[in-house]
């Protein structure tokens, strides 16, 4: 899932990430005799502090930030340290 917040810095982001993250957390799902609790891995990205972007640098910053997150066991938020570059 992508989820684009134009306008919203890296630390807003990171709050509307952790919302999700606690709603899931809290979820669970039933089949039959089985209960399963869900978690969610999440990374961010920003463009706030960069002059120009492609969306898919910014994409590819995310997509390390999630990459991060799983390494680091999951259910986690993490935003990409390496920040994409500009093209």
Excluded: C, W
Excluded at 12 to 19: E, L, P, S
Excluded at 35 to 47: L, R, Y
Excluded at 48 to 54: D, E, T, Y
Excluded at 77 to 84: G, K, M, N, Q, V
């Amino acid at each position: 899932v992508l989820i684009l917040m134009p306008h919203t810095p890296v630390q807003g982001a990171h709050a509307v990430a952790q919302r999700i993250q606690q709603k899931i957390n809290k979820s669970s799902l039933k089949v039959g005799s089985y209960e399963a609790h869900p978690t969610i891995s999440i990374g961010i990205s920003s463009s706030a502090s960069l002059a120009a972007i492609s969306f898919g640098d910014l994409a590819k910053a995310a997509a390390r930030g999630l990459a991060g997150a799983v390494r680091a066991g999951g259910n986690r938020i993490f935003a990409d340290e390496e920040r994409a570059e500009a093209s």
